[in-house]
């Protein structure tokens, strides 16, 4: 197999890996130590040169946007946002539909 089907490969394995991560993460189940192992596997694909990390960021940046609909960025700060309202005013905060607050 060439480089370019290994490589091809590999980014398939991560677009599997990112998205199963990201569901069970939208699904509300812990997803740490899932997270560490993609990380992990990632990485080593950058050491093999088989993904960059500029390929890494983006294919996590879209997978994000695919799943979650809102970027990264945009998911912490509402998430921040969320629960600073639960400790500020949890009858404001439980007014919001549960949908909402995922």
Excluded at 92 to 97: N, R, V
């Amino acid at each position: 197999m060439s480089i370019h089907g290994e490589k091809a490969r590999f980014i398939d394995a991560c677009t599997t890996q990112l998205m199963r991560l990201y569901s069970a993460s939208k699904a509300g189940k812990n997803v740490d130590a899932d997270k560490y192992r993609v990380q992990g596997f990632m990485h080593a694909g950058e050491l093999m040169g088989l993904l960059t990390k500029e390929e890494g960021k983006a294919l996590i940046a879209d997978l994000h946007i695919e799943v979650f609909g809102e970027t990264i960025d945009a998911r912490a700060d509402r998430k921040r946002k969320l629960n600073a309202l639960k400790e500020s005013d949890p009858d404001a905060y439980l007014e919001i539909p549960a949908i909402e607050r995922r």
